[in-house]
């Protein structure tokens, strides 16, 4: 079982749409989990407009609870996907350096834009990017097992 961990700065907009999309996506072949840089949304529940954006795709984000990075989050995960490269950065600078080789951007390249304090279109926009990156890393387990 591949083990995923979705890093963004709050674990309150990104990372936790990226888990539950990843976890629908995966099935048993994957687990997930998310966190965040900071710890200002620890134990809240992710934002409504995420929500409600999850919502539209059918997934339900209503369990979450945030959650800040730790050192053990590192070492557990097999992939460390950060939502954008000033997160990336800092997940580097926080490494020490034994996990080097597990960290990368959720969008090889490109940074998955940060919605916070937007409309819900952007909210929208956003998961919709988040869930199209999904296949990126359960697609090929999904095309052999089917």
Known sequence: MRKLLTVCLGNYCRS???QVAL???GGTAVTVRS???IGKWQDQPANPSMINAARR???DLTH???RQITMEDLEWADDVLAMDAAVLDTLRAIDDGHNAH????YLPGRDVPDPMGQDESTFNACSVVIEAGTALYTGRR???SG
């Open 16 to 18: 936790p749409f990226a």
């Open 23 to 25: 976890t629908r996506r």
């Open 35 to 37: 966190a965040g840089l």
């Open 57 to 59: 795709l059918g997934l």
């Open 64 to 66: 979450h609870r945030g």
């Open 102 to 105: 597990k960290l990368s951007l």
């Open 142 to 144: 999904r095309q052999q």
